[in-house]
């Protein structure tokens, strides 16, 4: 029942385009995104609410489609920074996140 | 701002010996915090909630009484992990949520883990 990720990885060159997708089998409250590196601790990115909206800071954005229990990270002109595992956290609306398989990152110069 | 500490950020412990896991809001209070733990490669698993004041909500499959918590304020949660044994060798993290305000969620914050290995 974890949301699966897509890609499970992707290797770009730096001033590449990636999108990442996290699918959830249940209805979504929420979303949110967040980058780790190794050996390090998860950093929030962004949160999206109900409601299909689209957030965005920098090169990164993302988007949640409600009706299709999905949601979408867009890293445009990776940096790389940008490197790392990517995490979406779902809401269903427990109080708690469950964390979808990850979608490793590398961006080479 | 929202920034968590972890202490220590690893430990080596031998077999049958107890490991306590401080997680601490430094800026913010926290109502809740998470439990997690992460094994290599592998995504982030939840092991229980932790509120202030009240006894921890585990996940189904983590055992109370091995996973000790302890939500003693609202700026401080402790994991003790009583009785280690190599298969607990894990990447333990915690997080922190600040409550979100009108219709902004709340947000959880994580700390740098702590890398525990059990001999």
């Given at each position: 029942q974890q949301p699966v990720q897509s890609p499970q990885a992707v290797i770009l060159r730096e001033g590449e385009d990636a999108v990442i997708n996290c699918s959830s089998s249940k209805a979504l409250y929420s979303v949110h995104w967040y980058r780790q590196k190794h050996g390090e601790a998860p950093v929030f990115l962004m949160i999206l609410l109900k409601g299909g909206e689209q957030k965005g800071h920098d090169k990164i954005s993302a988007s949640f489609n409600e009706k299709k229990q999905q949601s979408s990270l867009y890293l445009t002109?990776?940096?790389?920074?940008?490197?790392g595992t990517y995490f979406c956290g779902t809401d269903w609306g427990f109080q708690k996140l469950v964390f979808g398989t990850g979608t490793r990152l590398l961006v080479s110069p | 701002g929202a920034v968590v500490s972890q202490h220590p950020s690893w430990v080596i412990c031998k077999s049958g010996t107890s490991v306590k896991i401080e997680c601490r809001s430094l800026d913010f209070q926290a109502t809740t915090m998470f439990w997690y733990r992460q094994f290599p490669k592998q995504s982030l698993m939840l092991m229980a909630t932790s509120n202030e004041g009240s006894k921890a909500t585990y996940e189904q499959g983590v055992e109370k009484d091995k996973f000790l918590i302890n939500?003693?304020?609202?700026?401080l949660s402790t994991l003790t992990v009583t009785s280690?044994?190599?298969?607990?060798?894990s990447f333990y993290i915690c997080s922190a949520q600040t409550r979100g305000v009108f219709y902004i969620a709340d947000t959880q914050y994580f700390g740098p883990g702590t890398r525990l290995t059990v001999l």
């Open positions: 002109a990776s940096q790389l920074s940008y490197s | 939500h003693a304020s609202l700026t280690a044994h190599p298969e607990d060798s």
